[in-house]
């Protein structure tokens, strides 16, 4: 089977349309930050110790409380019935299978609760959250970490760096656009629309923060910090910091999340986990970024091009071949 790479190094099967693998594929702008992100854990070099080798290997790690097979999760990804047609629910299957985590995202096209009956038994399985964006009102959000709590999912991911979404520059090349009846059981509610100002004015707020935060049945952890000041509030409020920039999709000219990680580390404190996504590409990505603090990883892109080529199948085995690497 063909495929087609980028230099973010994403490889999507041909059989794809051309605008599909442009909304997997792209990023905001001129891509700096999307191919900045892969280029960052390239570039840091390994200091390894001679004559000092263990005599056992563990992979697991410990996060809100809860030991865990393996220090990665599949980060909340949308519309990947776009992909392939097993979407989030073989992605799910894989991942609990390889004692993999993942985060589901709110523009998932199955419902949460299906995700969750099938994962929740594997006993081997990493963790099971839920990837909130804030639309509506704050009842809404609240009402949707409610029905995450009841299917069974362990915290919410709270996006914070996306108070508005627009098309990338590939995507409106070849005319992406989702059908008007597509899929989308999890949302809140519906998108905003209308003039910028009413947008902004929307956006979210450390207040709205806080209080969700104070009220919601589960843990929530922040994704989208980037910046030290902004780790250090959000650990006196959440349980949890997700070190990201979207995967470059939203802000182009934000720094590689490999090069703020460490800063972001030390502003922390240990008070909360950290966690890191964007550019991640093998099981050595994951090493580095343990090595500068990190408590796990989110993968995404990898997953996509992984799911599209072959399924639950194909998603299994890169798994394994982190877990092996």
């Not at 000092?52 to 980060?75: K, M, Q």
């Not at 985590?101 to 299906?114: I, K, N």
């Not at 343990?290 to 796990?296: D, W």
Request: aromatic share 6%; charged share 15%.
């Amino acid at each position: 089977m063909s495929a087609s790479g980028t230099a973010s190094g994403l490889r999507l099967p041909e059989h794809l349309p051309a605008a599909t693998r442009a909304y997997f594929a792209g990023g905001a702008g001129d891509e700096v930050t999307l191919n900045a992100n892969v280029a960052a854990w390239r570039s840091i070099g390994l200091r390894p110790r001679v004559l000092a080798t263990p005599r056992s290997v563990d992979t697991s790690v410990t996060l809100l409380g809860r030991r865990w097979p393996t220090p990665w999760l599949a980060a909340p990804m949308a519309h990947l019935a776009l992909a392939h047609p097993d979407a989030e629910l073989g992605l799910a299957l894989a991942s609990a299978a390889q004692g993999a985590g993942m985060v589901l995202s709110t523009q998932a096209t199955t419902p949460l609760e299906q995700v969750a009956r099938a994962v929740l038994p594997e006993a081997a399985r990493g963790p099971l959250w839920f990837q909130l964006y804030p639309y509506g009102e704050r009842d809404d959000w609240l009402r949707l970490a409610e029905r995450a709590r009841c299917a069974g999912f362990e915290a919410i991911v709270l996006t914070v760096d996306a108070p508005l979404q627009w098309p990338s520059d590939r995507e409106r090349t070849h005319g992406f656009a989702l059908p008007a009846d597509w899929p989308q059981p999890n949302l809140p509610a519906a998108p905003g629309r209308g003039a910028l100002e009413t947008l902004l004015a929307r956006a979210l707020c450390w207040d709205d923060v806080a209080w969700l935060c104070e009220r919601s049945p589960l843990p929530v952890l922040l994704k989208g910090i980037t910046h030290p000041a902004d780790a250090a509030q959000a650990a006196t409020i959440a349980q949890g910091v997700v070190v990201s920039n979207h995967g470059g999709r939203v802000l182009d000219g934000l720094p590689a999340t490999a090069t703020v990680l460490p800063a972001i580390v030390q502003a922390v404190g240990g008070r909360v986990p950290v966690l890191v996504d964007g550019g991640l590409r093998r099981g050595l990505d994951a090493l580095k970024a343990l090595a500068l603090g990190a408590n796990a990883v989110l993968v995404g892109r990898p997953l996509i091009g992984a799911l599209s080529q072959g399924g639950v199948q194909a998603v299994a085995a890169l798994w394994r071949h982190w877990l092996d690497e």
